[in-house]
């Protein structure tokens, strides 16, 4: 058997650090760690039994199990121990001269016991203290570690520590420090949880905010640590307030949103696995559920698919084909207000909206008791042109959209399939009899105004004409069918009502003037015109009898030229010499006609010319509409 090569042999205490202990055993023999490396004596169970510097187990159990543990946890986590810079706590190693476990693991930044950040520079020489010295209790430079001044810390992080020396040291942890969703976690799960909670979700941090450079330091670890705990303080309101605040963040960073919210999920879905993680890893999901307004789909395979169930920010292609309306239409309800949603422009210039699902059903219930004006017309088979002319004859309530005029018009969908509803009874045919016709027949053979349209529905309704059946191959009521001679008897009496009224291009060959003059007098007020309708741009029609009334109080400037003989320039500049000029209307367009009033001066006027008694020209007539302003 071997001599002994160490003289002194202290055993080690049951919650003294592996460095710790190696340093008091180097001290008491008056060596360096490194001259204990080169003597081969290492903190493992067999080298110190070895060495002769444990006691049997059967007189420390626990002591035993304790070197074993840390052992195992140096070689399977190398990485979770703090080899560059040692750290203590000033009450602890004045009370007793052992290096705690707990103060060599990162992270572990604050004495639970007493409340005080620990230390790891010696104020005397201003260096970090390493594990290089000689003396465990003193720094290079000989000051006292037991004499450095101490900070008070923050309640999470005291909690943090307490939890990381109980999970190191296998003991349950105090019901004052514990953090429920640390519950069952091992240190190197806690320490991982702790690198990203107090670096990625850093608003500051930089680019790579997982790479610390000596984390070991205090000054690199306690802004760690600090965020870490209190975002697992107030687990997890903390946690989903922290993302929100770094995603405000990224929306002013080059790479963008969907940057941050890549590798955020490449981290805990590759970096954060296993079980312990799945609660954080759940958290994230519901956070994500409710605050991520840029839309998620199956090409990000990290997330979980029932994730897309559960979202409430939603593309905008998505809501709208499910509410049935355009982009455009979903963009203006986000703008006014109607719908929560989020706008923005992509690195490539493209546009995308998303809008959050549950004020969707709100939404679809309102759109769903109205149509548009395009859905009534494919419902109720009649084409744009007659619709446009119909729409407010045969739905009175119909309006814009939102009462804006620039957008479509809606029609209460109550209304159209009560109008369906008149004839929803009836038997279906294939081809009408002999002795019958469709309303689609003669939609496409007869011009029917839109009076005559909207009397023979309120007829229907009335019961005064009866359809017999539907056609097949036409929609709404274009399918009603009605017996040939009942339909025809029906329309010779609206013939009378339909006599009274011209439109305005049959105006235009009444009074043998070009369509743009028409058009003139109709919209200036000289000729009443009634629209066909409430909507923009459709027809609009004059009554007879108002078109007598124009030839009784107007005069249109070539009938007075005829009867000079002279061209319409001359007879112009004539009654101009006079004092008498054409007609003007409110709008800044002349008329491309020369149009008068039928006056006692232009009676006088062609007396005079003419050589004529007065008499001669009847000119003066009863009285009409009022003349606009000449």
Request: charged residues 25%; glycine residues 6%; aromatic residues 8%.
């Amino acid at each position: 058997m071997n001599e002994p090569i160490l003289l002194a042999r202290p055993f080690p205490q049951r919650e003294e650090g592996p460095q710790g202990y190696l340093l008091r055993l180097a001290e008491a023999n008056f060596l360096t760690l490194r001259d204990l490396e080169q003597l081969n004596v290492r903190f493992d169970l067999d080298n110190l039994q070895r060495n002769q510097l444990m006691p049997d187990r059967e007189l420390d159990p626990l002591l035993h199990a304790h070197v074993e543990r840390i052992n195992a946890l140096a070689d399977n986590m190398g990485r979770s121990w703090n080899r560059q810079q040692a750290r203590w706590c000033v009450h602890c190693l004045g009370e007793s001269p052992v290096w705690q476990a707990s103060w060599e693991l990162l992270f572990h930044d604050a004495c639970p016991e007493h409340g005080v950040w620990l230390v790891d520079r010696c104020s005397s020489c201003g260096s970090p203290v390493h594990w290089s010295r000689h003396h465990l209790m003193r720094c290079p430079c000989g000051a006292d570690l037991r004499a450095e001044a101490t900070r008070e810390c923050p309640q999470s992080v005291r909690q943090l520590s307490a939890v990381l020396a109980s999970s190191l040291l296998a003991r349950p942890v105090e019901a004052a420090f514990e953090i429920p969703v640390l519950h069952g976690m091992k240190v190197e799960d806690i320490q991982r949880l702790i690198r990203f909670l107090g670096s990625y979700l850093d608003p500051v941090a930089g680019v790579r905010p997982l790479k610390r450079y000596r984390a070991g330091r205090l000054d690199v670890s306690w802004p760690v640590t600090s965020l870490a705990a209190e975002i697992l303080q107030g687990w997890p309101s903390t946690f989903h307030s922290s993302l929100s605040r770094r995603l405000d963040t990224a929306h002013g960073e080059k790479p963008g949103p969907g940057a941050f919210l890549n590798r955020l999920s490449h981290y805990l879905y590759r970096g954060l696995r296993g079980r312990a993680f799945d609660h954080v890893r759940q958290s994230f999901e519901h956070w994500l559920a409710e605050n991520w307004k840029r839309g998620l789909n199956r090409r990000n395979r990290r997330l979980p698919p029932a994730l897309l169930a559960q979202v409430q920010w939603i593309p905008g292609g998505m809501a709208a084909e499910r509410l049935g309306i355009s982009i455009d239409r979903l963009s203006y309800l986000v703008r006014e207000g109607h719908l929560d949603g989020e706008e923005w422009i992509g690195t490539t210039g493209r546009r995308f909206l998303t809008v959050r699902r549950d004020q969707l059903d709100n939404i679809s219930i309102q759109i769903a008791s109205e149509m548009t004006m395009g859905a009534a017309m494919e419902v109720l088979g009649i084409g744009k042109v007659r619709m446009q002319r119909v729409l407010r004859l045969l739905f009175p309530s119909a309006r814009r959209t939102y009462d804006k005029e620039f957008l479509p018009w809606c029609v209460p969908r109550g209304e159209v399939e009560a109008l369906l509803s008149l004839a929803s009874h009836l038997p279906v045919v294939g081809i009408p009899d002999e002795d019958q016709v469709s309303l689609a027949h003669v939609f496409k053979y007869s011009h029917w105004n839109a009076d005559e349209i909207v009397a023979l529905v309120e007829a229907v309704r009335a019961g005064t004409i009866v359809p017999l059946s539907l056609l097949d191959s036409a929609r709404g009521i274009a399918r009603w069918v009605f017996e040939s001679g009942q339909l025809r008897a029906w329309v010779l009496t609206q013939n009378s009502s339909r006599a009274n009224w011209v439109s305005i291009p049959d105006l235009a060959k009444i009074l043998e003037v070009k369509q743009q003059v028409a058009y003139w007098l109709t919209q200036n007020g000289v000729i009443p015109a009634e629209r066909l309708g409430a909507i923009k741009g459709v027809g609009s029609r004059v009554r007879r009898s108002d078109i007598d009334l124009f030839h009784q109080n107007y005069i249109f400037g070539r009938e007075i030229a005829a009867i000079l003989g002279r061209s319409s320039r001359k007879v112009m500049m004539m009654l101009a010499e006079q004092g008498i000029y054409p007609i003007r209307g409110h709008s800044s367009e002349p008329c491309r006609q020369l149009v008068y009033s039928r006056k006692d001066e232009i009676q006088r006027f062609l007396a005079q010319v003419t050589g004529s008694p007065p008499e001669a020209f009847k000119l003066v007539r009863s009285p009409g509409p009022k003349k606009p302003s000449e």
